[in-house]
């Protein structure tokens, strides 16, 4: 069953604009983490947020902010500002805590395309 | 800090071929993991390393692919034979602890491999 859920495959912003891109996951384990990564074209992975799922408030990192809504197991990131650098491919990912394996599982990522 | 360091970058192989791919975690890491990147698609998992022990590696296809973590640093995943179906980015990610919900996986570069 596909845990991580991004129904976006691409998205489409102006510079300055603030964009959401949507995440939704599906776990039973009430201890997990979210997290989003970008990956540019140069292809490496770079951490941008993270939210526990204990956490009473969302969870912000300058212009990223994560919109925690537990009931409805989403966990959607807002850039805010937008810049041309933000261009990139964004993944939302999960990591239930009480597994044996605490790797990340991956969604398969919405394209942010930034324009001046 | 030194990120974590991955080769070759790029690597064409033809299929049947044998081919492998090393990976230097942050010093001090304890946990390194391997994903596979499929074109327009998010990472999965392919092994977790504890030190030098597996943690998971459910998601290997152990007919063909192998991986080691010898002292419980360096890393390298083989492959062999390649079949045109594992043409994909190997990515190699490395974490102080497993068990922390907000551990936070730092990423190498990637090593891209193409099999003809």
């Known amino acids: 069953a596909q845990k991580i859920t991004q129904t976006q495959p691409g998205m489409f912003v102006q510079e300055k604009e603030a964009v959401t891109l949507d995440c939704t996951y599906d776990?039973?384990?009430?201890?997990?983490?979210l997290f989003w990564y970008k990956q540019p074209s140069s292809g490496e992975m770079i951490f941008l947020i993270y939210q526990g799922s204990y956490d009473q408030q969302n969870a912000t990192e300058g212009r990223y902010s994560l919109n925690f809504q537990k009931a409805r197991k989403s966990a959607n990131l807002v850039i805010s500002a937008s810049q041309l650098g933000d261009s990139a491919m964004y993944f939302c990912a999960m990591r239930e805590v009480n597994q044996a394996g605490t790797a990340l599982i991956f969604g398969k990522g919405t394209t942010l395309s930034v324009s001046s | 800090e030194a990120g974590v360091a991955q080769s070759p970058r790029y690597k064409i192989i033809e299929k049947r071929q044998s081919v492998a791919f090393w990976c230097n975690p942050i010093s001090g890491h304890a946990t390194l993991y391997w994903y596979q990147q499929i074109l327009g698609q998010g990472p999965k998992l392919l092994i977790q390393f504890q030190n030098n022990g597996v943690v998971d590696d459910s998601q290997l296809p152990k007919d063909r692919f192998s991986a080691e973590r010898l002292k419980g640093v360096d890393s390298t995943l083989k492959i062999q034979p390649a079949k045109l179906e594992d043409s994909a980015v190997y990515l190699c990610?490395?974490?102080?602890?497993?068990?922390?919900?907000?551990?936070?996986?730092?990423f190498g570069a990637g090593s891209r491999l193409t099999v003809l």
């Open positions: 776990t039973s384990d009430p201890s997990y983490g």
């Open positions: 990610a490395s974490s102080l602890l497993p068990s922390s919900g907000a551990n936070v996986l730092t």
